[in-house]
């Protein structure tokens, strides 16, 4: 399973911009789509998470991201309004996966490689 991260960027505080993941390989079903992201010296953290029944958000980014989910296009988005300098970080991509193997059903978790974001004047 590979995931590609889209839409890092420069942006001013209190701008807006969108990242995207597409998942792509041989996979039966998506179980849960998610963002992290990390900033230097500190560790990876849980920006928002999407399944089929509910969506999570870290209080940090609550009421100014909004994640959503295309289950056709095995892709997630990341709607980011209101940036601060202080989400500036690498977002990565992440996502749990359901397989079929030697005829039994397995599953795995896969990251993407990151897209940086960057909030500054």
């Known amino acids: 399973v590979q995931l590609v991260e889209s839409g890092g960027d420069l942006v001013q505080p209190g701008g807006t911009l969108g990242l995207s993941c597409e998942a792509s390989?041989?996979?039966?079903?998506?179980?849960?789509m998610a963002w992290y992201r990390q900033s230097p010296d500190k560790q990876r953290e849980l920006v928002a998470k999407?399944?089929?029944?509910?969506?999570e958000y870290s209080s940090s980014v609550k009421g100014r991201f909004s994640i959503s989910r295309n289950i056709f296009k095995n892709t997630v988005h990341l709607q980011m309004t209101n940036l601060k300098v202080e989400d500036t970080a690498v977002y990565y991509c992440?996502?749990?996966?359901?397989?079929?193997?030697?005829?039994?059903?397995?599953?795995?978790?896969?990251w993407g490689q990151g897209t940086p974001v960057t909030v500054s004047l």
């Open positions: 992440n996502g749990g996966f359901y397989y079929r193997e030697d005829q039994t059903d397995k599953y795995l978790e896969a």
């Open positions: 390989g041989n996979f039966n079903s998506i179980s849960f």
């Open positions: 999407i399944d089929r029944h509910y969506t």
